[in-house]
């Protein structure tokens, strides 16, 4: 949420509208992101901003939730691989294990990260986010580490 709203409004408005959003909620403001629904789903909330792919999940099954699209963007978690070659030294099964995850765990991945990366895979279209965005940054441990700061209470 805060990487959504620092993206589309910039640091200073992003973070001012983070603030005031963990203000609004209060208690009720998770920190996880499958969170938001399960409270959503206890009846203790009315909205949450969670993990689209659960939402879209508990509407298949009946669930009187529905998804609703933040102009702001969504963004998606993507997964990283990488075989090293290292000459004579290098293991020869890990480039089947790097075929193994693709061919046998990217459909399953892409229920919950919608996003196709390699050639002839599909999405469900109900999966797929309105208006999904990319960061202009890398997701690393500093950037996470300084949009805490950011909103932190003062």
Not at 101 to 122: D, H, M, N, Q
Request: charged share 30%.
């Amino acid at each position: 949420m805060t990487q959504a709203l620092i993206s589309a409004y910039g640091e200073e408005k992003g973070t001012a509208l983070t603030r005031k959003i963990e203000e609004n909620a209060g208690d009720h403001l998770e920190m996880s992101g499958s969170g938001p629904l399960k409270k959503i789903r206890a009846g203790e909330v009315a909205v949450g901003f969670g993990l689209r792919h659960q939402a879209v999940a508990d509407k298949k099954k009946g669930l009187p939730v529905d998804v609703i699209d933040p102009k702001e963007g969504n963004f998606t978690l993507t997964e990283a691989l990488a075989v090293v070659d290292k000459g004579g030294k290098a293991n020869p099964d890990a480039m089947k294990a790097a075929e193994i995850i693709v061919t046998k765990a990217r459909p399953e991945l892409l229920k919950s990260y919608p996003f196709a990366i390699y050639p002839g895979e599909a999405v469900d279209s109900e999966l797929v986010p309105a208006y999904p965005r990319a960061f202009k940054e890398k997701l690393t441990i500093e950037l996470l580490k300084k949009h805490q700061e950011m909103v932190k209470d003062e």
